[in-house]
């Protein structure tokens, strides 16, 4: 019961690395707000966790009225925020970047980026109130060792890791801890885009190859690593990004 009496926010929770995330912390004592964009599949989730540990909400994070009506359901439903996982993130297709649509571009940015200025700008007062917090973005090895293909995701991900240094600087003073993870290519719903082809045993194979512990990243794997940062006994720990990717970045 490492998160006992803690109440978080998981964006992207109803599937992949956050619904991996939000079932450990529950499994963990904590009361979790479950954010997705679909919320028909975050509902499902939070059922599934107890309706006394786990509420969903339908969000959309790169809308500020919606990001505001998460953290409004956290403290109606439980009466506070310790923990807030900005999770939620999307790609485009492996392809040339020369290729990449300007909505696409955009999406990506407001999606992976401006998410957590607009989750920042709700949180920290909250936080504040509360004495301190935890803010966890999930960034990727992507933005520290970037892989052809992925060009503009590859930057949103670098954004990510550089905004966590300077929110971990900035918000200090007020006890709020600030760290990212960084994950290697995974077993989630984003994976056929990354890999750019079909996901095959083949195809697989080829990015594996490149990671020395010989397979992808769980949602287990990242939610363990997200456990570690949401847990007091990380206290010391901010401005850090952690690379959950199996030797990848060797």
Known sequence: MRLKDKIAIVTGAASGFGRGIAELFVAEGAKVVLADIDGAAARLCATALGADRAVAASVDVTKRADVETMVEAALNSFGGVDILVNNAGVTHKNQSLMSVTEDEFDRIYAVNVKSIYLTTLAIVPVMERRGGGSII??????GIRPRPGLTWYNGSKGAVITLTKSMAAELAPRNIRVNAINPVIGETGLLEQFMG??????NRAKFIAGIPLGRMSTPRDIANAALFLADPASAFITGVAIEVDGGRCI
């Open 137 to 142: 973005n999930t960034a990727s090895t992507a």
């Open 197 to 202: 082809m079909s996901d095959t045993p083949e």
